[in-house]
């Protein structure tokens, strides 16, 4: 199982940014998605949740009316894309997945999710 993040950069607060993540080696038990961000001295910070078999999502509460998350159909990628940003947002940016599904109220803790790839940098400054 392997997933790539890809598409952070500098962005002045307001702008956007779409976040793509690349998805191999997927069998049919991990269908669970989590864009999970990191900031400095800070602790790790589900965003967004996406069940790419049903297409079921989950927002943060810091994040919601602003980011969306996407799925392409042939579920070999996972989009976020996050528009009128703020400063707040500024992290290494991380897509990853576990075997088997969550229940819904713990699909944005990203402790119980056991594989991710290289994060991405998005940085959110005028």
């Known amino acids: 199982v392997q997933l790539q993040a890809s598409g952070g950069g500098l962005v002045q607060p307001g702008g956007s940014l779409r976040l793509s993540c690349a998805l191999s080696g997927f069998t049919s038990d991990y269908y669970t998605i989590l864009w999970f961000r990191q900031a400095p001295g800070k602790e790790r910070e589900g965003v967004s949740f996406?069940?790419?078999?049903?297409?079921?999502?989950r927002y943060a509460d810091s994040v919601k009316g602003r980011f969306i998350v996407s799925r392409d159909s042939a579920r070999k990628a996972v989009y976020l894309q996050m528009n009128d940003l703020k400063a707040e947002d500024t992290a290494v940016y991380y897509c990853a997945t576990r075997k088997n599904r969550l229940v819904v109220s713990a699909a944005l803790r990203a402790d119980l999710y056991d594989y991710w790839g290289q994060g991405t940098q998005v940085t959110v400054s005028s």
């Open positions: 996406i069940n790419i078999r049903d297409g079921s999502k």
